[in-house]
Nanobody, 129 residues
Framework: VQLVESGGGLVEAGGSLRLSCPAS????????IGWFRHAPGKELEGVVC????????WYVDSVRGRFTVSTDNAKTTAFLEMDSLKPEDTAVYYC???????????????????????WGQGTQVTVSS
């Protein structure tokens, strides 16, 4: 199983980016999907999570109303739409998949990457002021 993020880049504050995370070897249908970010000098943070296994979506307060998680109809690709970007959103963004978790727990209980069913290689997002 594999996840490969794409779509990161350099954008000015107020701009938008759309990250993609296609799954290889499985679908998200029975999993929770998490988008995490790791900013310089900060801990890894769960940003947006959605659970198809048990239902629900969870957003960290700092991105609520600006970021949106979705998938394609086949649930083989996850997307993170990021609008109204701020310099503090600058980080490496990772997608991950795990089973039988609520969206809230997927985001709040951050574990070592090897403990997830799948963890991507990350994509850099840089927001200039």
């Amino acid at each position: 199983v594999q996840l490969v993020e794409s779509g990161g880049g350099l954008v000015e504050a107020g701009g938008s980016l759309r990250l993609s995370c296609p799954a290889s070897g499985f679908t998200f249908a029975n999993h929770a999907i998490g988008w995490f970010r790791h900013a310089p000098g900060k801990e890894l943070e769960g940003v947006v999570c959605i659970s198809f296994a048990v239902g629900g979506t969870w957003y960290v307060d700092s991105v609520r109303g600006r970021f949106t998680v979705s998938t394609d109809n086949a649930k083989t690709t996850a997307f993170l739409e990021m609008d109204s970007l701020k310099p503090e959103d600058t980080a490496v963004y990772y997608c991950a998949a795990d089973g039988l978790l609520t969206a809230r727990n997927m985001c709040l209980i951050v574990r070592d990457s090897v403990e997830y069913d799948a963890w991507g290689q990350g994509t850099q997002v840089t927001v200039s002021s």
